[in-house]
């Protein structure tokens, strides 16, 4: 499936609105790997997304579902942020929401993979058990788990994985770490994770965090991914479902910098620093999907009200690097890098 693209490239599944049919379309028409994010739908919305694709694009594609983890936050620590984001509900006049927790309707879009047979279906927050990946696979899925350690690696392959997608601490959004604490976040980088993934495990590789150029792309090659996932380097072009202001911060001088933070979601994940991550991230408790009920309403507000600083505004580490262009130039781009990058390398070897 990996080695058959054309180009080795995968747009990121992102989930919260960036990743659309229309997007995942155009980057497996100009022959990389479109990706949907099922994470934050309902079942049936999935469905309405995988049938809107097929209409197109004949290209494979993928879904991106997050795995349930196991419901152990700290009720205390919940019922204090809740408190503390009183005055952020202020501010824009709504009402937080309960900080529940649920399962984002897994065995429902499981279903769903089944009926629709996904050729390619990836997880993220977690490992299936050999059972849910064999019933995928009976249908005809591809399957990819993504991992932040070789520890999640050596699981991942031993219950039935495909391929892998090993993702170093320079990606935005989400980290797919499988422990849901702080002791369990690895913050080894790309291409040191790469080294060490490929020492315990032979399935394919893809690579994850930060990738934004061609010679990026041939770095990771290099060090043995056979297809680079790019996720931040789309959030720009007209077919993302990024909010405008969302996509306006990512080339704003104002955000310097991005860094991992609990304060959105209750899950580690890297974006822009703002005002929000700055006052919360230190008392944010690890408990999702609880806190990303609890902001999810005023995150839509500020999006609402054209205010960043209280938006999660997901990027990599390489976010400057996004380019406003429609996804077809953007890959077509990505191309003629990675083939300058190529032909720089085999002159440097002879």
Not at 15 to 35: D, E, H, I, K, Y
Not at 72 to 79: M, P, R
Not at 257 to 284: E, K, S, W
Request: glycine letters at 8%; charged letters at 20%; proline letters at 5%.
């Amino acid at each position: 499936m990996l080695r058959s693209l054309q180009l080795p490239i995968i747009q990121a599944p992102m989930a919260g609105g960036a990743s659309t049919p229309q997007l995942a379309a155009a980057v497996s028409n100009g022959g990389g790997l479109g990706f949907l994010a099922g994470g934050y739908k309902t079942a049936e919305e999935m469905r309405s997304e995988i049938k809107k694709i097929r209409g197109l694009t004949t290209a494979p594609f993928g879904v991106n579902v997050f795995v349930p983890g196991e419901n152990k936050a700290d009720e205390q620590e919940l019922v204090s942020y809740k408190a503390e984001l009183a005055e952020e509900a202020k501010r824009f006049g709504i009402t937080l929401e309960a900080e529940k927790w649920d399962d984002d309707e897994w065995e429902e879009k499981l279903a769903v993979l089944r009926e629709e047979k996904v050729p390619v279906v990836s997880f993220t927050f977690g490992c299936p058990s050999r059972e849910v990946m064999e019933s995928l696979q009976a249908h005809g899925s591809f399957i990819i788990v993504t991992v932040t350690s070789k520890d999640e690696a050596i699981q991942a392959v031993q219950e039935g994985a495909d391929a892998l997608c090993v993702q170093g601490m320079e990606a935005g959004g989400h980290r797919s770490v499988f422990r849901n604490s702080k002791e369990a976040d690895d913050q080894t980088s790309l291409l040191v994770l790469l080294q060490q993934v490929r020492d315990v495990v032979k399935v394919p590789l893809i690579a994850a965090g930060g990738i934004m150029t061609g010679r990026d792309i041939a770095s990771v090659l290099a060090a043995g991914a056979c297809a680079a996932q790019l996720g931040t380097a789309f959030l720009r072009c007209p077919e993302s479902g990024a909010h405008p202001v969302h996509k306006a911060a990512l080339a704003d001088p104002q955000f310097q910098t991005t860094a991992v933070t609990r304060a959105f979601t209750g899950r580690p994940a890297r974006g822009l620093v703002n005002r929000f991550f700055l006052q919360h991230d230190a008392t944010a408790p690890a408990a999702y999907p609880q806190v990303h009920h609890l902001t999810k309403q005023l995150r839509k507000a500020a999006a609402q009200h054209g205010d960043p600083h209280a938006m999660a505004l997901w990027a990599g580490q390489g976010y400057r690097l996004a380019k406003a262009l429609p996804a077809a130039e953007l890959l077509s781009l990505l191309r003629e890098q990675l083939k300058e990058a190529w032909a720089e390398r085999m002159v440097l070897d002879l």
